[in-house]
């Protein structure tokens, strides 16, 4: 069994900055892709950020220059995602999305994983 856990979302008042981080535990042989995706009020969930193992990133137009996704250098389970600059459209439900290899004991499997999601509100 795989979870990812989030944390680092709240309430930031606009031109701030949030942390978010994620991190996965279970039965783990390997990490693809990690990413981050968010869902605001009435629309769609969207891939804003990806982080591939040999270290490509993909931003989305959205948050280019001012949003960053990084791996834990000690934690390889572990990505970061630093948001500076917020802006009030910013605001959504944002989620962890790791594709991981996994093992059970009798074979392997790859397949995507979410995290719980963790609300982040920009707003004076």
């Known amino acids: 069994q795989v979870q990812l856990v989030e944390s680092g979302g709240g309430l930031v008042q606009p031109g701030g900055s949030l942390r978010l981080s994620c991190v996965a535990s279970g039965s783990i042989v390997a990490i693809n892709t990690m990413a981050w995706y968010r869902q605001a009020p009435g629309k769609q969930r969207i891939m804003v950020a990806e982080?591939?193992?040999?270290?490509?990133?993909?931003y989305d137009d959205s948050v280019k220059g001012r949003f960053t996704i990084s791996r834990d250098n000690a934690n390889k389970n572990m990505v970061y995602f630093q948001m500076n600059s917020l802006k009030p459209e910013d605001t959504a439900i944002y989620y962890c999305?790791?594709?991981?290899?996994?093992?059970?004991?009798?074979?392997?499997?790859?397949?995507?994983?979410w995290g719980q999601g963790t609300q982040v509100t920009v707003s004076s």
């Open positions: 982080l591939t193992s040999s270290g490509r990133t993909t």
């Open positions: 999305n790791f594709y991981i290899l996994t093992d059970d004991g009798s074979e392997k499997n790859w397949r995507e994983y």
